[in-house]
């Protein structure tokens, strides 16, 4: 996260300090650039409360993307950063890069660095997020006249900030999450393809690479602002267009399968690599095993060991431990994460549509409820 023509850029206006400092004084920028202006042209066209039937302080969808998603956005660089640097560290750390391949390692790292801080593809970002991403919204969202952005046809001027300055701000911010997300694609995928030395014995369950499910904590924020944005988007259709929360449960149930899968679908490169380790360590481990068990047998089954005291002998002790060592063997799995990691990621991520219940049953019978069935 500490590359790029906008982070240089945030250094010179002391926006930013290295690593990532200042992520608050950031996050109120942005809110003074995007959500602050276009308060104060609705109050002064007077559809901050009224005269429409969207006024400003009523569309959820606007607040939620500009007070939630974009803090959300901006709050996630210092996480993400000290996550995943750690992570590609522990490649190293935890020797599954041997060091005659250390140097391959390093030129994957430096070549998605030169990627990072390449000031075209953030060009490209720029001008998709406010010129293309200005006429799509123009044409297809705000053509909906009676809303405090639209009058007769035509933007207003709290309505023109919005679009052009706000969105095309906002569209920045999470394009560039996206290329920040398709590079960590591109360099697990390349790691994935290295001679790993994975070890089936580890007790992460995982071959030694189970810290790579520390990246759906890291991206979980910006995962958490999409979710958001698309919950106000649905909240207002359902408050202000008639619509009903159980005519949008299968774009809820997409919207949350495809995030949740977002960050899993690069651990999905280390698939192969964990099936080897796996087949190699239970084999490797079975042949260990028989010969243990069958010196055990010899020793305590057939009478060589008669005048040894049983109590207290290392030997069953070692027995259990063979035991316990075979069963984190047969559990590797084949993504460096486990299920009830996955499970409270899921519910993180559909945590932002649990409000648009409130639509449907209102909050005291809803509290009812729960309360007769924990009672």
């Known amino acids: 996260m500490l590359g790029g023509p906008l982070y240089q850029l945030l250094l010179r206006l002391?926006?930013?300090?290295?690593?990532?400092?200042?992520?608050?004084?950031?996050?109120?920028?942005?809110?003074?650039?995007?959500?602050?202006?276009?308060?104060?042209?609705?109050?002064?066209?007077?559809?901050?409360?009224?005269?429409t039937k969207v006024p400003f302080f009523y569309d959820v969808d606007t607040h939620v993307r500009l007070l939630v998603a974009l803090p959300l956005l901006i709050g996630a660089e210092p996480l993400v950063h000290a996550q995943l640097?750690?992570?590609?560290?522990?490649?190293?750390?935890r020797g599954i890069i041997a060091p005659p391949e250390r140097a391959r390692f390093a030129a994957i790292i430096d070549d998605t660095m030169r990627l990072r801080n390449s000031m075209a593809i953030e060009l490209v970002l720029l001008a998709c997020a406010i010129g293309v991403g200005f006429w799509?919204?123009?044409?297809?969202?705000?053509?909906?006249?009676?809303?405090?952005?639209?009058?007769?046809?035509?933007?207003?001027?709290?309505?023109?900030?919005?679009?052009?300055?706000?969105?095309?701000?906002?569209?920045?911010?999470?394009?560039?999450w996206y290329f920040r997300i398709v590079l960590w694609y591109l360099?697990?995928?390349?790691?994935?393809?290295?001679?790993?030395?994975?070890?089936?014995?580890h007790p992460d369950r995982a071959g030694g690479i189970g810290f790579l499910a520390g990246s759906l904590t890291a991206f979980a924020p910006v995962l958490l602002a999409q979710s958001a944005t698309i919950a106000g988007i649905l909240g207002g259709q359902i408050l202000f267009e008639g619509a009903k929360l159980a005519a949008f449960r299968l774009e809820i149930g997409v919207t949350v399968a495809l995030l949740v899968a977002l960050p899993l679908l690069?651990?999905?490169?280390?698939?192969?690599?964990?099936?080897?380790?796996?087949?190699?360590?239970?084999?490797?481990?079975?042949?260990?095993?028989?010969?243990?068990?069958?010196?055990?047998?010899?020793?305590?089954?057939?009478?060589?060991?008669?005048k040894e005291p049983l109590a207290g002998s290392n030997d069953i002790?070692?027995?259990?431990?063979?035991?316990h060592a075979?069963?984190?063997?047969?559990?590797?799995?084949?993504?460096?994460v486990n299920l009830k990691a996955l499970v409270r990621f899921a519910v993180l991520i559909a945590l932002p549509f649990a409000p648009l219940v409130l639509t449907v049953i209102p909050l005291n019978e809803l509290i009812s409820r729960v309360l007769k069935q924990v009672i």
């Open 14 to 51: 002391r926006l930013a300090r290295p690593p990532l400092g200042f992520v608050e004084r950031r996050i109120a920028i942005a809110i003074a650039i995007t959500w602050l202006p276009v308060l104060l042209l609705a109050w002064a066209g007077g559809t901050a409360l009224g005269g």
């Open 85 to 93: 640097a750690t992570q590609v560290r522990q490649f190293i750390e």
């Open 136 to 176: 799509v919204w123009r044409e297809q969202f705000a053509s909906r006249a009676g809303t405090w952005y639209m009058a007769e046809d035509r933007l207003t001027a709290a309505g023109a900030w919005y679009g052009f300055v706000s969105l095309g701000l906002f569209r920045f911010v999470l394009f560039r």
């Open 187 to 201: 360099f697990l995928a390349r790691v994935s393809r290295m001679p790993l030395q994975l070890n089936a014995l």
């Open 266 to 306: 690069p651990l999905a490169f280390f698939v192969a690599p964990l099936l080897r380790a796996g087949l190699q360590g239970r084999l490797e481990y079975g042949v260990l095993a028989m010969h243990y068990v069958a010196e055990f047998r010899e020793k305590w089954l057939r009478g060589a060991a008669q």
């Open 317 to 323: 002790q070692s027995l259990a431990d063979l035991a």
């Open 326 to 336: 075979s069963e984190v063997v047969s559990q590797i799995g084949v993504l460096p």
